[in-house]
């Protein structure tokens, strides 16, 4: 057996455990019954024991020492073992088990404190989760910026310097389109109806097999929160559903699907290896962000669906395709980011964005963050909210220590725009596809470009091996102003 | 830290391992994706060999030599972690690991040969199960009987020679209850309807409730072949339908409830260590079965049940609470073990017994063994089998190695008989009870006497500890001919 044999034989079974690691957060997330807490968090905790020693286990340093890369694909797996390896033996052993028992449990108090709309009731938990996250990226960071030692966990090669020079280049012309959007006085037609949430979870259902979902290594369950889960041969979605309207259910599916497919297609000769997953939180959010806007959210695809809308559902309140397109991408200042539309959506993230970073930092203290939410939410987006789990409470990010997440949301979106820039240009019939619910077809260019890679590459470029010119915003940009300019009439 | 304290906090940590390690089993046989077999198979053999290392670790064997017992639970903790270190000691690692990866690949295997009704199909399968489980068995018994040291992971403090000299003891009176009762010429009242499944379910929610089933650390699923699964906080079980008739479904559900609420009874001090879960699989169905039957199908119970079999079905083609309750108690020569009445069940599992005892010990073939069952079957029931589906192939039990596990039923009867004894006596009122649907208050006996305990005293020991009595046959047979013997006119 040489070094790299044994190495990788190794991290094959620390790869399953981490399988199982999130076999349990779906578990916890969807069907645990809720008096099973506590005890889960002792599970939690003692599995990532188990996955933090095995990371950080001294003989990985020998074989990494000795072993060689034959070819990119060896190269890619020693570079993410060494990569993980030098961020676990950073991190002591007592610290993660303490972070993971201790965002197991914080998870049921945020959802306690958002039902009860009190953000106090969860501000030592919150204080808690921060310091202790706070604690891992000293660690980590060995002097350099907190933030970043966070960062890098979701979006290596990325950090928050560069993240802000992106974000401010797009902010003018973000918060111009949503002005001109208000200003054009032109509202959206509204959904009216009866949505049974057996119709909508079949109709979820379709939508997930139009976009290629495969079940025989998935499934769908209802969540809270809706998530992905699981890499490889068992890669799970969740989605949601509200009676007074069905595209919740419908977009937070297309959204879980488009993370699941990415997971779903990564070459079956990385199973269980540290390539054979999703390269990156941006990247993975470019794959939901594409399936579920610019191809979910087109006006091909929304054709076939409120043709499918009025089977499911009968009367709903529109009378044309086209007034059906307007009413799925309707511009409106809501208060939660999980429903904001594409005009919105990244400004619910520079907020956050900024405002974690101040966390981080130490320039916000937990008792402060209410109130600071409060102010910024005001200025974007011109209303007062009027109740926390409207605001600063309704993500679960924060509470279950998820700093440094949110800004791979927006550049996903950033991602998404080269990609479907590029993906218009390579599969020009795509409108018909779409418009014929055919959309599997579609992402058949990302699957073949992208999502078979995994994490062979970085995560910049695996997209811009996919799309073959660097990274820039303004195909997204130009993307949002040419729908929405369209739709509003601008 | 003590010794002790160390031991104990480091089991405790393979004491939740072990629990995650019930959800995976769980999730196998109920929600997990098809396709998902191979890579779950790695999964829990990673997890395994996790546990193994750890049950085998030599500090344990340090901490042993120098931890002192400081009263009665910790002379209980000590032993079962002594034992269970000797037993992970004796067996290899890569054994251990190789054992859980087939027999998690071999439960799909059997699913489709049992579908196909074909033994050929599962024969090379089950010998690989067999040969590792006999591998096993020879470390383990470093010279003894093979069958004793597998025997002894269900019922510690067993041998299969004073099994065979119990269930000889039990088998002609047995016998002769079975024949009189078929010479009877008596037939019981069938049931007629239509059960619809949802009803089904909430019926057998509604009886779970009654016995006392706590929801906040437990759920109820459904599984082709139904089972419980965790301890302390999150306690799960599984039940069945059949279109045909609702007893499969409700009396699964109350067997497995009764396993579940051992479970869930256990003293919240004991959670996570070695004595905080049932003692023996023997002593666990002992808790099912006189849920199952000398409660459930009780005169008093089917009483309660047949109200609410009207209520759930409206006609169900009988038309007296007397009739309901011959209906739950027909005796006939089924082939399905799951199905089997009282009378017959005992001589389901003593054949199961001496195959399986012939099988380890080599007397007995793989390829032999479909025309023993089917031979065996013909003297014992007096109708040939059909199919390998209503035969060799209808347990799941030997295709995932279980061998040794299933004298342990009749033993539970044995037990089950045992304490009905000493709670019909404790609970003189336990007929009014169960006639109100109030069966929690009978099992309350049970709960204050034995469940709670855990693993606290040996599996004989907890029995006679809430009996006051040693062990004997005569209560079970006693049991069974006054009740039969009414029900049949003896």
């Known amino acids: 057996m040489t070094a790299y044999a044994n190495l990788m034989g190794f991290v094959r079974e620390t790869e399953a455990l981490k399988q199982v690691q999130g076999r349990l957060g779906w578990d916890q997330e969807t069907v645990m019954p809720r008096g099973a807490a506590p005890q889960r968090a002792e599970e939690m905790a003692a599995l990532d024991r188990v996955i933090h020693a095995r990371r950080s286990a001294p003989q990985i340093a020998e074989w990494l020492a000795e072993a060689e890369a034959g070819d990119d694909v060896a190269a890619a797996q020693l570079h993410h073992i060494r990569r993980e390896h030098d961020r676990a033996t950073k991190v002591p052993a007592d610290l993660s088990a303490e972070l993971t028992r201790v965002t197991s449990l914080s998870q049921g ?39 970043d030692a966070l960062l890098d966990d979701y979006e290596p090669g990325e950090t928050g310097a560069t993240l802000a020079a992106m974000f401010d280049a797009m902010r003018p012309r973000l918060v111009a389109l949503r002005g001109a959007i208000l200003d054009s006085g032109k509202s959206a037609p509204k959904l009216q109806g009866i949505f049974d949430e057996t119709a909508q979870l079949r109709l979820s259902d379709a939508c997930a097999r139009a976009f290629g979902y495969d079940f025989e290594h998935g499934r769908i369950d209802k969540a809270v929160h809706p998530f992905s889960s699981g890499s490889g041969l068992d890669s799970r979605i969740t989605t949601r559903t509200d009676p007074a309207e069905p595209f919740g259910c419908i977009y937070s599916t297309i959204h879980e699907v488009g993370h699941s497919r990415y997971e779903q297609t990564v070459s079956p000769d990385y199973l269980l290896t540290p390539i054979g997953c999703g390269v990156s939180m941006g990247v993975h959010e470019s794959q939901s962000r594409i399936y579920e806007n610019q191809l979910g959210r087109s006006r091909a695809f929304t054709g076939w669906l409120y043709e499918r809308c009025r089977e499911a559902f009968g009367e709903i309140g529109i009378d044309s395709a086209e007034a059906f397109y307007a009413a799925v991408n309707a511009v409106h200042s809501g208060y939660i980011r999980t429903e904001a539309d594409e005009v919105h959506y990244n400004l619910h993230i520079l907020l956050r964005f900024d405002l974690e970073r101040a966390l981080i930092a130490g320039d916000l203290g937990v008792n402060d963050l209410e109130a600071a939410w409060n102010d910024r939410f005001r200025v974007d987006f011109g209303v007062a ?12 990010h924060w509470p279950v220590g998820l700093f440094g997440y949110f800004p791979t949301y927006t550049l996903g979106n950033v991602y998404a ?33 992208l999502q078979r890679h995994g994490a062979l590459r970085a995560p910049r470029a695996t997209v811009e091996h996919a799309t073959g010119a ?7 940009l130009d993307y949002l102003e040419a729908k929405f300019g369209a739709l509003y009439g601008l």
Chains 1, 2 share one sequence.
């Open 109 to 147: 108090i945020w959802a306690d404190a958002r039902s009860a709309n009190d953000f106090t009731a969860f501000a030592p938990t919150f204080s808690e989760v921060l310091n202790l996250r706070r604690q891992e990226a000293e660690a980590l960071a060995t002097g350099g910026d907190l933030y």
């Open 385 to 396: 909210v009027d109740k926390p789990s409207n605001g600063v409470l309704q993500d679960v």
């Open 417 to 449: 725009g080269c990609l479907f820039e590029t993906l218009r240009k390579a599969h020009p019939d795509w409108e018909h596809a779409l418009a014929e619910g055919r959309a599997a077809e579609v992402t058949g260019w990302l699957a073949e470009n």
């Open 470 to 476: 660097p990274i820039s915003v303004e195909p997204l």
